[in-house]
């Protein structure tokens, strides 16, 4: 078992860390104030913006882009679309380069590399037909569109991915789609061309295989975005998480992913290294939190003392040191089981990491808050942003309370202990 980042993974992380701190970061700043002025002056957030077309232009001629793209995909895709070394990468090796781009909240979106985006483009790579790829992927790839991922509905307990009450019943040549989703990433980019929708096709089978995974255009007949929905008082602009309705939506049987009743597996599949990405990407945002506290513990001064030196803070900055480290451990542990057994073989690894990185996280930017005093509520600086979004990353991608029921339910299974 061997952690250490291979030269190509090394490079590319020093190459992201340094195109974060000197082309994004810069911008970042300005474009949450004009973010803020859009919405104080009846403007439109959700528009892209110039800036961040400029940036990915940047990224992409410098070969910093899709390198989300994992390993086995080498040839056509990685070649065409900008990834450096025309091969994808492990997730061990994605993992520092995925932490770096979490320092950022742009970085991501800037390299063509943010959540759901890349989770759909895994979908497709792995489980599309080549007439999907060509369609979508392509597209998807090269920046042009961008994407949503529909699951979750307002009315069952979604953390059950089972209970999908939303239909995609095949009639004939087609499949008619009706039902409610919320809180699907992705929609509110006005660039959103694509919706990846799980249905209830069979409500006859077997739990695991009632379900399918359906493309849905997002200006097909029937598709309305009824409202974008804050997390914690943030709309994620230009991105977002809307509710949205489904009505007698129609679209060619050849719109199922990997066929009908596939939509579990697909799940499993698609969700497994985009934990990984999730939680790597967290402990860049924890890094970036613990600097921020450490920069203004030494630099404030209250009741004749820097900050660092009140009220057991160096004790909590040295906790907050040892839970991120011991947390990229953990990530890259999962990382490397997932390279060398897959999916089945990491799950409970994956759901300690799932678990374990968006409370690290949550503790220590809520430190860093806590220096910087009220100013850490405002969005003057990046921390309530970053607390609402490792708070929101603790329900996305299933709740703690069923990742750590699939730890306590393997590791029991090691005492003979039944489902």
Same mark, same amino acid.
């Given at each position: 078992?061997?952690?250490?980042?291979?030269?190509?993974?090394?490079?590319?992380?020093?190459?992201?860390?340094?195109?974060?701190?000197?082309?994004?970061?810069?911008?970042?700043?300005?474009?949450?104030?004009?973010?803020?002025?859009?919405?104080?002056?009846?403007?439109?957030?959700?528009?892209?913006?110039?800036?961040?077309?400029?940036?990915?232009?940047?990224?992409?001629?410098?070969?910093?882009?899709?390198?989300?793209?994992?390993?086995?995909?080498?040839?056509?895709?990685?070649?065409?679309?900008?990834?450096?070394?025309?091969?994808?990468?492990?997730?061990?090796?994605?993992?520092?380069?995925?932490?770096?781009?979490?320092?950022?909240?742009?970085?991501?979106?800037?390299?063509?590399?943010?959540?759901?985006?890349?989770?759909?483009?895994?979908?497709?790579?792995?489980?599309?037909?080549?007439?999907?790829?060509?369609?979508?992927?392509?597209?998807?790839?090269?920046?042009?569109?961008?994407?949503?991922?529909?699951?979750?509905?307002?009315?069952?307990?979604?953390?059950?991915?089972?209970?999908?009450?939303?239909?995609?019943?095949?009639?004939?040549?087609?499949?008619?789609?009706?039902?409610?989703?919320?809180?699907?990433?992705?929609?509110?980019?006005?660039?959103?061309?694509?919706?990846?929708?799980?249905?209830?096709?069979?409500?006859?089978?077997? *739990?695991?295989?009632?379900? #399918?995974? &359906?493309?849905? +255009?997002?200006? %097909?007949?029937?598709?309305?975005?009824? /409202?974008?929905? =804050?997390?914690?008082?943030?709309?994620?602009?230009?991105?977002?998480?809307?509710?949205?309705?489904?009505?007698?939506? *129609?679209?060619?049987?050849? #719109?199922? &992913?990997?066929? +009908?009743?596939? %939509?579990?597996?697909?799940?499993?599949? /698609?969700?497994? =290294?985009?934990?990984?990405?999730?939680?790597?990407?967290?402990?860049?945002?924890?890094?970036?939190?613990?600097?921020?506290?450490?920069?203004?513990?030494?630099?404030?001064?209250?009741?004749?003392?820097?900050?660092?030196?009140?009220?057991?803070?160096?004790?909590?900055?040295?906790?907050?040191?040892?839970?991120?480290?011991?947390?990229?451990?953990?990530?890259?542990?999962?990382?490397?089981?997932?390279?060398?057994?897959?999916?089945?073989?990491?799950?409970?690894?994956?759901?300690?990491?799932?678990?374990?990185?968006?409370?690290?996280?949550?503790?220590?930017?809520?430190?860093?808050?806590?220096?910087?005093?009220?100013?850490?509520?405002?969005?003057?600086?990046?921390?309530?942003?970053?607390?609402?979004?490792?708070?929101?990353?603790?329900?996305?991608?299933?709740?703690?309370?069923?990742?750590?029921?699939?730890?306590?339910?393997?590791?029991?299974?090691?005492?003979?202990?039944?489902?």
């Amino acid at each position: 078992m061997d952690f250490e980042p291979s030269a190509r993974a090394a490079e590319l992380s020093a190459r992201v860390r340094a195109f974060v701190e000197t082309e994004v970061e810069p911008v970042e700043a300005e474009l949450h104030r004009e973010l803020r002025r859009l919405r104080e002056t009846g403007g439109d957030p959700w528009a892209p913006q110039p800036a961040v077309k400029e940036l990915q232009a940047k990224a992409r001629s410098q070969g910093l882009w899709n390198l989300f793209l994992p390993a086995g995909h080498e040839g056509p895709y990685a070649e065409r679309y900008g990834t450096d070394g025309g091969a994808g990468l492990s997730n061990v090796d994605y993992a520092p380069v995925a932490e770096e781009m979490g320092r950022s909240f742009l970085a991501p979106l800037v390299l063509n590399c943010n959540a759901p985006d890349t989770g759909n483009m895994e979908v497709l790579l792995r489980y599309g037909t080549q007439e999907q790829r060509d369609q979508w992927l392509d597209p998807l790839l090269d920046g042009r569109i961008r994407s949503a991922f529909c699951m979750t509905e307002p009315d069952v307990a979604s953390s059950d991915a089972t209970n999908m009450e939303l239909t995609a019943a095949v009639d004939g040549d087609e499949i008619v789609v009706n039902g409610r989703k919320w809180f699907s990433s992705g929609v509110g980019n006005p660039e959103c061309a694509l919706l990846i929708v799980m249905g209830l096709t069979d409500p006859e089978a077997d *739990r695991h295989h009632r379900h #399918s995974m &359906v493309l849905v +255009p997002r200006d %097909a007949p029937g598709v309305e975005v009824v /409202r974008m929905l =804050p997390t914690m008082g943030f709309y994620d602009e230009p991105i977002g998480h809307g509710e949205v309705t489904f009505t007698d939506v *129609r679209v060619p049987l050849s #719109s199922f &992913v990997s066929g +009908p009743g596939e %939509a579990f597996a697909i799940a499993q599949g /698609r969700l497994g =290294p985009g934990r990984v990405h999730h939680c790597m990407r967290l402990i860049g945002l924890a890094e970036k939190a613990l600097e921020l506290a450490c920069r203004r513990g030494v630099s404030r001064t209250a009741f004749g003392k820097p900050l660092v030196n009140l009220g057991g803070n160096r004790e909590r900055i040295a906790k907050a040191r040892i839970a991120i480290d011991s947390t990229r451990l953990l990530v890259l542990n999962a990382a490397w089981k997932l390279d060398v057994g897959g999916p089945l073989d990491a799950l409970s690894e994956v759901s300690q990491i799932k678990a374990a990185a968006p409370a690290m996280a949550q503790e220590v930017i809520d430190f860093a808050m806590q220096l910087h005093g009220g100013g850490g509520m405002t969005d003057d600086f990046p921390l309530a942003g970053a607390w609402a979004n490792a708070r929101a990353l603790r329900l996305a991608d299933g709740p703690d309370e069923v990742h750590l029921g699939m730890v306590a339910r393997l590791e029991l299974g090691k005492h003979g202990v039944a489902r």
